[in-house]
């Protein structure tokens, strides 16, 4: 396929559409945004947890660091906060919830454990704990690397802990040496850390669009951007298990241009693909619900499955599909049914039950294309549950098969 091609077709994907955006914004539209922030946290949840274990560790010690030395003095109210709220965020990183419930929960979590933290860590320092100040750091660092915090999200709870400190130095009479040198590192650390935490994140968030694009393409047919056979295969089989578990009637399409052969023998292959693409697009707009799957089956045929569609409801949509074919009005002198390219269509409706297979309902599909071809094309016929009864027995076979097929031209 040409590059002309290959843009058109990608122009549907929203990873390609984003990428070639290459938008410097630190966010992407909803829901690609959603679906980046589930992949980060999924791919960080080791990190996540050993981050929250660690700060439930450090928080634990503080407190019976403060115990020790002071057996008569209580924890305050702050410390038991950052304790409780560091056995949250620990809790829901290492629960079945995590992706959904994790980040809602930390965003607001962390900023208010970072300020209470740091208001405690310098009143200690002012106290005579000298050491109490090499923590702070641990503030700026954690939310924008290990407690799996977007950058905006990690950029607000590090920048509350400088803010902290800065007011927190005044409010406790920080000796102003100390006050200052402090102060001089948490905004030097917080400079770095934000400059190389968005680096990071532009890293991340291309890769992740290039992945899902990878993994777009390889569930497309990359000449029309339909499904390709493999994801047709594989729906199938599923859409027929959650059909029979509900009972749920499921059509299946097999769709073939007519006399397709002719076209490329007189326009040329490339017009062929146009026509190819252009048929494909048209289809596709008549199977837009959630669970109707359009793909390419091979050469100029395609299939579609109808989950939870009568047939009634399948009959319609495959004549929306062929009127729209042929509504495209691309010339075609080689057709001896229209002047114009056609679609013939068959269709067939059952309801998946344990003794049936979806293998069935396939072939029921083609014999009802056989017998749309055989009845003159561009044309849409429908079999259901009656047909595949006689079909499953060997009755369809022996009375109706050789019948349709004799009556099929090539095409």
Known sequence: MNQGASAEVLTDSVYAAQLQNDSRAARFPEPLESSYIRTWLRNNRVVVRCACLLTVVLVAMRVAETRLTSPIASPSAPVFIVLASSLVLLWLAWSGSYERWYLPFARVLVPVRNVLGVLLLVRASAAGGSDALMVLPLTIIGPFYFLGLPFRSGLLAAGLSVLTELFAARWFHLPADTAVSTAGFLVTTLGAC?????????????????SQLVG?????????????????DESLTRLWRQAGADARPLAIMLIDIDYFKAYNDRYGHQAGDAALRQSAQAMQGCARRPFDLLARYGGEEFGVILFDTDRAGAEEIAEAMRRTVQDLAIEHDGSRCCDVLTISVGVAVVEPTAWRNPYGALQLADEA???AKSNGRNRVEVMDDIEHRMLVTGEFSKDIVADLKSGATAG
């Open 194 to 210: 934000a400059v190389a935490a968005r680096v990071l994140d532009r890293q991340a968030r291309r890769a992740f669009l290039e």
């Open 216 to 232: 777009e393409l390889a569930q497309h047919d990359v000449l029309t951007w339909t499904k390709n056979r493999r994801i047709f």
């Open 369 to 371: 294309l056989y017998r």
